[in-house]
């Protein structure tokens, strides 16, 4: 041994008790070489007295003094006084330090010199500490950094120095986290710890989760000096742990329901963003279909069931769910399933490079969103392959074995879901299809009203029933809003509500006013109930032909953003809600019409204005629970006032807890609910203008219309609209009668309206080479996205939209 090697021992111990450092003055007195102490338990070497060792104290505690006997290779027992401190915070895994001058040969305690112990204590925590660390400065810029941080970050000391917490480590993280240290300075905190995530020089394609604790370093006067951090690289071990609670999660999300592409979805989220950055599920087309699936030999059809990707709207996809797209089979997709492995690739292998060579759509998303590496695992179930699930990533770093056996886990737990629901699926196909084709799929795009909308079917296996309910653009920025209820379950009940809706639909394009609508639509249940009578309709109750088709009953509503204004008729239907701004729920006064199909009574309309804020309610009365609850009108009625009255976050989330206040979880009738809440269109949005009945005021109304499109920013429409403009003025001074007006509406799309005191409505024609007019509607419809007509008390209105920034 060196004779001038350190009298003073510093030993590292992890909070396992084992042994990982061991400096040249622990070998020196000790007579253990570091080779043979380090990875040792502790205990061996090291009795703390007091029975409890330093290393597995309390977590609270940071720092220990105290005697420690020492075993020495030739079995002598030295007892020594030392000092342990913990370099981690207590909530992460840290090092101990034990710092102790020891007895020489001759059994004397040398004089204990502070100035050897600081030193050796810095030798060991810049050059050989196992625990990164650095030093900042007040301006949070580095002064200095110890070798375990250079093999961390990849940048030396010397060029690390000056440089700041952003300049090392690239990532979200990074800028808040320097936020945080300067909170330390400023408040004087004696420790900060948590965890960032990042990218570092070392690696710069590899994502880093960093453990990292922050203290103050102060002088002997308590001034703040800078700060010192420590950092461990808990990457696998983090990244362990979120498989296991991804696997965790994924026992409970996937297969919540025996839907085939619902199963898929909830594959597919459970593995994005934490597995991959963009996943697609597809499924045999021969199996959803019944068939035995393959061989896989020839090309082989796929539906896709589920897209889901870090981007919102999920752009990456060649294939939508539910279109089919065919794999050759020489692509990773085919291969995997007929070999019935999962498999890695990267973009650069031969196998890639062939296929996306092939397909020139699917290799232009791999470069516009810089994909590096996919994955396929097949989902088989009960020996069968039902389909493919490829996982995707845009970092360099690959997947590697661990990916592949969390995506293989994950893919076999929703393969038996899969084929389950596909199994329920395909007997209850036939009639959802009916019922799903019937109903609203999305809410159309609008700016009347922010609407929001539940569907409870009574139990039953079919799902099926005759409630449903509407969202209808209509012209001039309005939007229709019904909600209507057919009698009975099954089958023809939804056939029935399917023809009634269409009904309305196509009256409501029409742009008849609540109570005209209704008396048609009362006329439509006349007719379709003298096509049913005597015909043997089968199905039972509720089917076409049965009479209960003459009990159903509508509401429908008619709101305009810009007047603010609610037009409302009923047939039979329990009366709307509304709740104010201000938070007032009441009834709204409809007059109550006879349900449809009885003929020969009137329906009445009601008018109320809707201030912007306000939220609308229609609804069917199995929403009110009267069979489950057992409550009279009334009083239901009250609770469904009271009901719409909480707070909520959003519509959907008020839709939620007005189901859950109101009806049981599994209702004996069928409910529908259509909430609605006003908006309101600010006079800097929509201008009007009288016009007088002369032909010199058509280029008057041209320059108007284009100083408002300029005001709006909207100059390059101004050439179509002038021209729209033009056509339908003169049309309205050459063949109508004043008073006329021109209206225009900024939405989310630049609407035009003339209205005049004529009751006739134009028409398209096709004028011959020799004709002088006669083209003005045929241009205006080439130049714009549509248009109309709607009758009023007072005349007429024409209408057209365009779409904003298009050209045509």
Not at 38 to 52: C, I, K, N, S
């Amino acid at each position: 041994m060196n004779a001038e090697a350190p009298r003073t021992a510093v030993i590292t111990v992890d909070e396992s008790g084992i042994v990982t450092g061991w400096n040249r003055g622990a070998e020196r007195v000790l007579g253990h070489a570091a080779g043979d102490a380090v990875g040792r338990w502790a205990g061996e070497l090291l009795v703390p007295e007091g029975g409890v060792p330093f290393w597995d104290g309390p977590p609270e505690r940071d720092h220990w003094l105290g005697w420690v006997s020492a075993r020495c290779a030739d079995g002598r027992v030295l007892r020594v006084r030392g000092t342990g401190h913990r370099l981690m915070d207590r909530d992460t895994r840290g090092q101990w330090v034990l710092v102790a001058p020891v007895e020489d040969a001759a059994g004397q305690r040398p004089r204990p010199l502070r100035q050897e112990v600081e030193r050796a204590v810095v030798d060991w925590l810049f050059s050989r500490s196992p625990v990164a660390v650095t030093m900042y400065d007040t301006d949070l810029r580095c002064i200095r950094q110890n070798t375990a941080m250079t093999r961390l970050t990849g940048i030396s000391e010397a060029d690390r120095k000056g440089l700041r917490l952003p300049d090392v480590l690239s990532g979200p993280d990074a800028e808040p986290w320097e936020q945080r240290l300067r909170r330390v300075l400023e408040t004087g905190e004696t420790a900060f710890s948590g965890e960032m995530r990042g990218r570092l020089p070392a690696d710069p394609d590899q994502d880093r989760v960093l453990l990292a604790t922050a203290s103050a370093l102060r002088g002997a006067d308590g001034q703040t000096l800078g700060l010192c951090t420590t950092v461990a690289d808990a990457t696998q071990q983090i990244r362990s742990r979120e498989r296991l609670t991804l696997l965790n999660e994924a026992s409970t999300r996937i297969g919540s329901t025996l839907d085939v592409m619902r199963t898929a979805r909830e594959l597919a989220d459970t593995a994005v963003p934490r597995l991959a950055d963009w996943v697609t599920v597809d499924l045999l087309e021969t199996l959803l279909r019944g068939d035995e699936p393959g061989p896989f030999t020839g090309v082989v059809a796929l539906r896709r069931a589920a897209n889901q990707s870090i981007i919102q709207g999920a752009p990456e996809a060649v294939r939508q769910p539910g279109e089919v797209d065919f794999y050759p089979p020489y692509t990773p997709a085919v291969r995997c399933m007929a070999t019935g492995r999962s498999a890695r690739h990267r973009v650069t292998d031969g196998d890639m490079r062939d296929w996306l060579a092939r397909d020139p759509a699917r290799a232009e998303k791999f470069r516009e969103f810089g994909f590096q590496s996919i994955m396929g695992v097949p989902i088989r179930a009960r020996g069968m392959t039902l389909g493919i699930t490829m996982f995707y990533r845009r970092t360099k770093e690959p997947f590697t074995e661990d990916d592949q056996l969390l995506a293989e886990e994950l893919v076999a737990r929703a393969a038996i879901c899969l084929d389950n629901a596909r199994r329920f699926a395909r007997e209850r196909t036939a009639a959802l299809s009916l019922q799903q084709s019937l109903l609203p799929r999305g809410t159309p795009v609008q700016a009347a009203v922010e609407t929001a909308s539940r569907y409870l079917p009574a139990g039953g296996r079919s799902g099926l029933a005759g409630d449903w309910f509407d969202v209808i653009p209509l012209s001039g920025a309005r939007v229709a809003l019904v909600v209507g209820d057919v009698v009975g379950h099954g089958i023809g009940a939804a056939a029935t509500m399917g023809r009634l809706r269409t009904a309305v639909r196509t009256l409501a394009d029409v742009d008849l006013p609540p109570d005209e609508l209704l008396t048609h639509l009362d006329d439509v249940v006349i007719r379709l109930a003298a096509e049913a009578e005597g015909a043997d309709a089968p199905g039972g109750p509720g089917a076409p032909g049965d009479p209960a088709i003459l009990g159903a009953t509508c509401t429908y509503a008619v709101y305009d953003p810009v007047s603010r204004m609610c037009s409302l008729a009923r047939a039979g239907h329990p009366p709307p809600a509304v709740v104010t701004p201000e938070g007032e729920a009441r009834l709204l006064d409809v007059p109550a019409g006879p349900p449809l199909g009885l003929g020969g009574l009137p329906f009445e309309v009601a008018e109320v204005e809707l201030p912007p804020g306000s939220l609308l309610a229609l609804y069917t009365d199995g929403l009110l629970g009267l069979r489950e609850r057992e409550r009279e009108l009334d009083g239901a009625l009250d609770a469904l006032c009271q009901a719409l009255t909480e707070r909520a976050p959003s519509l959907d989330a008020l839709c939620d807890r007005v189901i859950g206040d109101l009806l049981p979880d599994h209702p004996a009738d069928d409910a529908a609910l259509l909430m609605a809440r006003t908006q309101a269109l600010g006079t800097d949005r929509y201008a009007v203008r009288d016009l007088a009945a002369d032909p010199v005021t058509v280029a008057t109304a041209r320059a108007w219309a284009s100083r408002r499109l300029d005001a709006w920013g909207l100059a390059d429409a101004s050439y179509i609209t002038e021209l729209v403009v033009s056509e339908l003025v003169t049309n309205a001074i050459r063949h109508a009668e004043g008073p006329i007006q021109l209206r225009l509406i900024h939405d989310r799309t630049l609407i035009c309206e003339v209205s005049d005191a004529s009751s006739t409505s134009p028409h398209l024609r096709r004028a011959r080479l020799s004709d002088e007019g006669g083209r003005g509607l045929l241009l205006v419809a080439q130049l714009t996205q549509r248009w109309g007509t709607r009758h009023t008390h007072t005349g007429k209105t024409i209408w057209c939209e365009q779409l904003i920034g298009s050209r045509t």
